[in-house]
């Protein structure tokens, strides 16, 4: 496959409330293409939401998300082969199609916009499955699957479409220590070869600072720290203090 | 007095007041204002996606298979009961005057209005609920968003093949369900001690007062209760929340909705028939 390089992302000032209820209060976060940005937080703080609007799947009540200086709504309202650059996302249940096989799932994108020939979409769905260790799995349906598993092949159908962002939903909840691992190094061998920006929403924070460039810390609806993966552990910011001595971490 | 708080120390929001009076009668007029408001909008952005696309007449295909083939045993079972019982019913009150109007008895009936209006409830609680409860769980199961971010029209992907196939089957199933009502009733013309006439009587009568209109109203009665039902069903199912409790209400409201609509639209065609 083909190197790509990232899209640098941009979010200001974004706010967005449920029922009268704010869940982010002004968010501000730069990501820088090809960065690995790792969102933390406590549960229900708004990091899945913050990712959601990333993918323009809500829209917010204020503010504006950028990704290259383009704003997320008019991206989504290009048309598919209009569009600049590729955004995919990897799901916290996956999001599997679970009508569709293995294979089918990974290659739909590319079937449905008929942007291959189809040997050649055979071709592409087989190396994707290859990058997450799933040969032989293409003609399973989701529900033959374990939840590692599934999770790696959602992780192949977000890479089929060569996507410069790629946006993690807790791509580890409900999976064990090695199939953590085995996530992580996934993420950071996308990085490695692709070059793609990649930001993963996480509450382990032992993953976040295995895999994350930069890793940002998201309390009370806005980003409290932003640091470099490796500088977060001299953070001065007394939540991030706090998250860190609640994890147990020395990074 | 200490206010309460979270695991955080932040202040947790004041406890709601119970709902007045105009809350309680406004919420569900605004709830069912907002489904039709939904439904709308389905509506026409199907019809203006049902242009030729993708590998969408593969999808209709599966689609009219599940909708229509599965549907025929229970058709055949359903309507040669109905026929059947309406020869009976009928040739009981008619005893003392003349057997012999059975046929157009079952054949108007049939045709006009048990065959669209029951084949329409079977589609609805049969395939209706289906669609709604699998569209349902790829909402809350976030499949519909995983379209969304790989650039696919869940309206194109999911509802127009349910649409077209809907209201292609329905109409056939009419047909089918007519042709099998009036052979019920021809079964039991000829089996039941209480009639005193023949089968060639009763097709006689039925052949003279079935015309090609009655048959067509039943036939356009199929295609709006296709377009309601398929709407409808696929409507409830994209705007289902709440994991699988979401998924079971939105199903039987989906149910529930089709079988009123289906009512409300077989007056509103059978009082615009007899205008036309």
């Known amino acids: 496959m083909t190197t790509q390089r990232g899209v640098g992302i941009e979010i200001s000032g974004v706010r967005k409330a449920y029922a009268g209820a704010p869940v982010l209060r002004g ?225 | 007095m200490a206010t309460a708080s979270d695991t955080f120390g932040r202040p947790l929001p004041p406890v709601p007041r119970r709902a007045g009076l105009l809350t309680r009668i406004g919420r569900p007029i605004l709830e069912i204002l907002q489904i039709l408001g939904e439904g709308t909008v389905v509506f026409f952005g199907t019809l203006r996606r049902l242009g030729p696309a993708g590998r969408t007449w593969t999808r209709v295909m599966a689609q009219m298979v599940r909708i229509g083939t599965d549907t025929l045993p229970l058709a055949f079972l359903v309507s040669l009961f109905v026929g059947m019982v309406l020869v009976v019913q009928a040739a009981d009150q008619l005893q003392q005057y003349t057997q012999e109007i059975l046929g157009s008895i079952v054949g108007l009936a049939m045709t006009k209005e048990l065959g669209p209006v029951i084949m329409a409830f079977l589609i609805a609680g049969r395939a209706g609920s289906a669609i709604a409860a699998e569209i349902g769980s790829m909402s809350v199961n976030e499949e519909i968003n995983a379209l969304r971010t790989m650039d696919i029209d869940p309206l194109r992907f999911l509802v127009v093949p349910r649409f077209i196939a809907m209201t292609l089957v329905l109409p056939m199933l009419i047909l089918y369900a007519d042709l099998i009502g009036i052979a019920g009733g021809a079964v039991a013309v000829s089996f039941d001690p209480a009639i005193r006439i023949s089968v060639w009587q009763y097709l006689d009568n039925l052949t003279e007062w079935v015309n090609f209109k009655d048959v067509v109203v039943g036939l356009i009665k199929g295609f709006a209760f296709g377009i309601i039902v398929s709407v409808i069903c696929c409507t409830f199912g994209l705007r289902t929340k709440g994991g699988s409790e979401g998924v079971a209400t939105s199903t039987t409201a989906a149910v529930v909705w089709s079988f009123v609509l289906i009512i409300v639209f077989d007056y509103v065609i059978v009082r615009l028939a007899l205008v036309f």
């Open chain 1, 27 to 251: 968010v501000d976060l730069r990501i820088e293409a090809g960065e690995i940005m790792v969102i933390v937080g406590g549960s229900g703080e708004g990091k899945s939401v913050l990712l959601r609007h990333i993918a323009g799947l809500e829209r917010p009540d204020a503010g504006t998300i950028r990704l290259n200086g383009l704003e997320i709504q008019e991206y989504l309202d290009l048309p598919p082969e209009e569009k600049p650059f590729r955004l995919s996302m990897v799901f916290q249940g996956s999001a599997l199609l679970n009508s569709l096989t293995v294979a089918e799932n990974v290659g739909l994108r590319l079937r449905e916009h008929r942007t291959h020939p189809e040997r050649e979409i055979r071709d592409i769905v087989a190396r994707c499955l290859e990058q997450v260790d799933l040969v032989g799995s293409e003609g399973k349906l989701p529900s033959e699957l374990s939840g590692g598993m599934r999770k790696r092949v959602a992780i192949a159908r977000a890479l089929a479409v060569e996507p410069q962002v790629i946006l993690y939903d807790e791509p580890t909840a409900d999976l064990d220590p090695i199939l953590t691992l085995q996530i992580g190094q996934l993420v950071t061998r996308i990085h490695a070869t692709r070059g793609a920006t990649q930001v993963v929403v996480a509450h382990n924070l032992a993953l976040a600072a295995e895999i994350g460039t930069h890793i940002a810390v998201l309390r009370d609806g806005r980003i409290v720290d932003q640091q470099p993966a490796k500088a977060l552990a001299r953070s001065d910011n007394p939540f991030t203090q706090e998250f860190l001595r609640a994890a147990g971490l020395r990074i």
